[in-house]
Nanobody
Framework: QVQLVESGGGLVQPGGSLELSCAAS????????MGWYRQAPGKQRHLVAV???????NYADSVKGRFTISRDNAKNTVYLQMNSLSPEDTAVYYC?????????WGQGTQVTVSS
């Protein structure tokens, strides 16, 4: 059974930082494109950042320059470092793994940016 488990979410003040982690099991992790998505209250889910098996990255314009996605294939883990956070970043963040028609999702982790 494929499993993606996110961690690191929580409450942070505006201007602060947070790092999310997603640990994968029962997949050939090094072959998969890994992504972070988010869904704010009343809004659609959209892609935040993606990293391919060749370590190429892409970011949504709203987070470019503030967020960094990375992966550690030895640990089967993808990370999202988030800096200069604002209330607009408040959302449930989801980890995604995709390869050759397979598509898997984590359960999501809540990030709240508030003073």
């Amino acid at each position: 059974q494929v499993q993606l488990v996110e961690s690191g979410g929580g409450l942070v003040q505006p201007g602060g930082s947070l790092e999310l982690s997603c640990a994968a099991s029962r997949i050939s992790f090094r072959l998969y494109t890994m992504g972070w998505y988010r869904q704010a209250p009343g809004k659609q889910r959209h892609l935040v950042a993606v990293i391919t098996s060749a370590d190429s990255t892409n970011y949504a314009d709203s987070v470019k320059g503030r967020f960094t996605i990375s992966r550690d294939n030895a640990k089967n883990t993808v990370y999202l470092q988030m800096n200069s956070l604002s209330p607009e970043d408040t959302a449930v963040y989801y980890c995604n793994a995709g390869w050759s028609g397979n598509n898997y999702w984590g359960q999501g982790t809540q990030v709240t940016v508030s003073s």
